[in-house]
């Protein structure tokens, strides 16, 4: 495409007049930039773009667009905040491909990473080629790759979503940050179905409040748009349960449909059943009933249910049919993931990292759990410091054997973030090993027949960041070493 031409996408506030090279690909990174490049310099927290435009025109860049004056051989083109362009010039440049596809996208606190899950495999089992973009991986039909961002920002997003139109799928589910909708890494994203999961505390780190943290997620319903188009309606799916959807509802001029629990809604559970080896309940619509067999566990996991059901009959696909593939789903890796190596008692590991998402599974494990339940545990460092004091104390509440370890501690001293957890429960009965590994080992040789061993924090990870160190680190494998080597 011609720079001219792309261009013209943001004209008129960005009138240009110079050559008009062929643009060849769009990069916000030099080291990837190639021969007929347009490279965006970006303002990030630590590197600013900028510097390196001389760079990306050594390295064959046809224009630069920055935000401020650059004295270079090839044109420069200024707009006052390269990040809004560039989603603007990557949703051009690929030729605006989800508007080529179902865009379903799901945002809230937790459930985000098992909905979409599940929302996919219900379309994967009607006969659909698939995306799916989220915090464990991007999927294209049958490939996957890793992914850095719950939601990449907006130049890989287009150009994955165009990716997608080449392999032939036809519906892509997404995670959708509040840090992506804040920071408009989705705009130009023409979604078809925003989901609304829950909303706890988390982030306010970067949110700093509530309210802010609930602005932010308000955004995906407000992007619906506000046409009506018979040919691609647009629907919000929201929580009847959770009062932050009383916002949203007001934030969308889409259609709503509703699902829960415990408030009247569109799809509502009743006659919830819990054993250790799944969860039954019923669906009530329009006061037809169906029953559902889970292999999944938890409360929690009924609403992932009922959300993911609700995202696909608005698109089409009939209630039997969605059931049907839901009851097939074993589960969902690192979420309440069971590892078994021949033991006695049973060890679970989860990405339970906010205090609603470990008092749901501790809360879950209550209805099997015969005898004690350990719970290892931690808190990411460089990220909010006031759920830490909340965790340890869900952590003594309810289980008989709290163990406080380090997850992700990056920057922040390990030791620091365990005061900080301690303060919250002065005068409480549990361990503190700051070492991951021993924690976990600590954990499972103390188990005895019928104990529950939980180990919460990181669940899909492999990795643990200390420092500025990527260390390789599995619960799941470090568990079964620990098994094995009793």
Known sequence: MKLQQLLTFLHPLVPFKGEDPEITSIENDNRKVQKGSLFICIKGYTVDGHDFAVSAVKRGAAAIL???????????????????????????????????LRLIGITGTNGKT????LIEKIFADHGEKTGLIGTMYTKIADKTMETKNTTPESLTLQKTFWQMIQE??????MEVSSHALDLGRVHGCDFDVAVFTNLTQDHLDYHKTMDEYKRAKSL????????FNQDKPKFAILNAD??????FRRSTA???????????ADIQAVNIQMSSSGTHFDIVIEEEKYSVQLQLLGKFSVYNVLAAISAAMVSGISIHEAIASIEAV?????????????QDFTVIVDYAHTPDSLENVLKTIQHFAKKKVFVVVGCGGDRDRTKRPIMAQIAC??????????????SEDPFGILKEMEAGVQGKDYLVIEDRKAAIYEAINQAQAGDVVLIAGKGHETYQIVGDVVYDFDDRLVAREAIEGR
């Open 220 to 227: 995906l319903f407000a992007q619906l748009g506000n046409s």
């Open 242 to 247: 959770d009062p932050a959807s009383d916002m």
């Open 168 to 173: 032939g799928v036809r519906t892509s589910v």
């Open 114 to 117: 098992t909905t979409s899950h």
């Open 330 to 342: 074993k589960g969902v890796a690192g979420r309440f993931e069971l590892v078994n190596a021949g």
């Open 254 to 264: 889409a259609h709503v449909y509703t699902y829960g629990i415990d408030q009247k």
């Open 397 to 410: 509440h309810y289980a008989t054997n709290p163990i406080f370890t380090s997850d992700n501690p990056r």
């Open 66 to 100: 920055a935000e401020k004056p650059l004295n270079l051989d090839v044109p420069v083109i200024r707009v006052k905040d390269t990040a809004r362009a560039m989603a603007v010039l990557a949703d051009a440049f690929y030729g605006q491909p989800t508007r080529k």
